[in-house]
């Protein structure tokens, strides 16, 4: 039996910030996220400014079928880093092309939201936005291997 597919529909589009999706230095970069006009009021936004910072879920929708990874790669295609599978990095190369950030909120203006160190282009589909609580926050100790620390130092 086959995977059963499911629709999901934008909540809204990443608006402004970057237009190329580059590796590194997203840490300054602004952009807004619209929520889709059709769908939703200015009260779905509601409260979210007395948060600090949101987690945007989006979708890498300019990744090609062909792009896709379903088995291991090299992170950043670098020799010196290990093969690892796809559910150990945070490539956008995807299978369901769902991506995940934690960024700050700049402010919220009716059906927009600003955010600061959104790692995704203009236009990009967003699927949800949920507020950061310390609640759900990691529990306990946090462990990486070393080249997921080397591949985020300049990431922000």
């Known amino acids: 039996m086959g995977p059963s597919p499911f629709m999901i529909a934008p909540v809204g589009h990443v608006r402004g910030g970057r237009d190329q999706p580059i590796d590194d230095d997203w840490g300054q970069s602004r952009a807004r996220i619209a929520l889709d006009p059709a769908r939703f009021g200015p009260e779905a936004l509601a409260g979210l400014g007395d948060f600090s910072h949101v987690e945007v879920i989006f979708l890498f929708d300019r990744v090609g079928d062909d792009k896709i990874e379903y088995g ?50 203009d236009g990009t589909p967003v699927i949800d936005i949920k507020p950061v609580m310390k609640g759900f926050a990691p529990r306990g100790e946090i462990r990486e291997p070393a080249w997921a620390a080397e591949i985020m130092k300049d990431y922000w």
């Open 72 to 121: 291991a790669r090299r992170p950043r295609g670098r020799e010196d880093w290990p093969l690892v599978g796809i559910f150990a990095q945070r490539g956008k190369n995807r299978p369901n092309r769902l991506g995940l950030c934690t960024c700050r909120i700049v402010s919220v203006d009716g059906l927009t939201l600003e955010v600061e160190g959104l790692d995704a282009i």
